[in-house]
């Protein structure tokens, strides 16, 4: 089983949708999680992180569930610039593992 | 945030031929630089952990007398794909952090990456 797992998509929505992505981890140790985003051919930028009590940013909205090692990413009034695709990252006491993302894409 | 920069942004070469990406922490001290390779629409895979004045420590299935990692200062880390082949071709990633006290980091700080073709 792999560490962390997304459903890959992608991902095609109209603007101004809501889109809601979801990750699994299997390391049950795991401290820290985070959403990050990855524009094609770029670095991955730290999206918000994810918190048990469950946190927003914005339109975003990032929820943690511990028991069930669920991580979810809400989205909201999708916008064009929001078409990127969305790693969901575990942390423990290892360097970040990252899922394999899930692609969003964003249509007028 | 913190900025980490890569060089070259890409590259192109021969099969065969050694290829050095460099990765500076520009405005912090970075005890620890991590080096990630993507291939596309894989995930993000760790190949190595590098500390400041010591070995790497690889991966496993990282081959470490193929990719040679150095890091002699805190703000520059290297790594060399030495006799690079067609399927070393890959987006490669450092990422730097600063130990905290207790034994945890901030966040890690992404270069921009390099990508890599060989021919």
Redesign the interface.
């Given at each position: 089983r792999k560490e962390v797992e997304q459903d890959p998509g992608p991902f095609n929505v109209p603007e101004g949708a809501t889109v809601a992505f979801n990750c699994t981890y299997s390391n049950s140790a795991s401290q820290s999680f985070f959403w990050y985003r990855q524009d094609c051919r770029k670095e991955p930028k730290l999206l918000m992180s994810v918190y048990s009590s469950g946190n927003e940013d914005g339109r975003f909205t990032a929820q943690l569930n511990r028991a069930s090692q669920y991580i979810s990413l809400l989205i909201r009034d999708s916008k064009l610039s929001d078409s990127a695709t969305y790693l969901c990252v575990v942390k423990g006491n290892t360097p970040l593992v990252f899922g394999k993302g899930t692609r969003l894409s964003v249509i007028a | 945030?913190a900025v980490v920069s890569q060089h070259p942004s890409w590259v192109i070469c021969k099969s065969g031929t050694s290829v050095k990406i460099e990765c500076r922490s520009l405005d912090f001290q970075a005890t620890t630089m991590?080096w990630?390779r993507q291939f596309p629409?894989?995930?993000?895979?760790?190949m190595a952990?590098s500390n400041e004045g010591s070995k790497a420590t690889y991966e496993q299935g990282v081959e470490k007398d193929k990719f040679l990692i150095n890091h002699a200062s805190l703000t520059l880390s290297t790594l060399t794909v030495t006799s690079a082949h067609p399927e070393d071709s890959s987006?490669y990633?450092c990422?730097a952090i600063t130990w905290r006290e207790g034994g945890t980091y901030n966040?890690?700080f992404?270069?921009?990456?390099t990508?890599l073709t060989v021919l």
């Open positions: - | 945030g991590f990630y629409k894989q995930s993000l895979m760790l952990t987006f990633i990422s966040e890690q992404f270069g921009p990456g990508r």
